[in-house]
């Protein structure tokens, strides 16, 4: 089944988050805030509506860090397959995107076939439904 969520709707379903990544991500996002408040408050509100886990009770097919993601904006119809990284390890030319920008806030945590209404960089809103997700195996302190 395909849920549809936008950003902002409070009746969105909950999105999953292993517990160690929720704390780390909390930590950026607050120190986000005094240079980019948008974002900051976007990640935010992904943090609260957080199901929190650990790594090996999450559902296999959840956004979480260091995860290939291929997803579909389905209003352009783009097809891509981006690694979701911590913003120290983004590289846009290896296909490394930050889980600080706009992006990368509206993909943590969504499990595949779902899509969520997300604004881009530029404001303008996408449709990004998760196709598939290829999450790497998790060391001990990840499982924490």
Known sequence: MTTSITAGDSNRPAIYMIQREYEAISKIAEAL????????????????????????????????????????????????????????????????????TPVGAGLIGMTAGNSIAWPDRSGAERILKIMSVQRPPFSTDQAA
């Open 33 to 100: 805030e005094k240079n980019n408040p948008a974002v900051a408050a976007l990640l935010n509100s992904e943090l609260d509506r957080a199901e929190l886990c650990d790594a090996h009770s999450i559902p296999t097919d959840t956004v979480t860090m260091n995860c290939t993601v291929e997803f579909v904006d389905e209003r352009s119809l783009a097809r891509r397959s981006v690694k979701l990284v911590y913003p120290w390890d983004a590289d846009i030319s290896k296909n490394r995107i930050s889980v600080l």
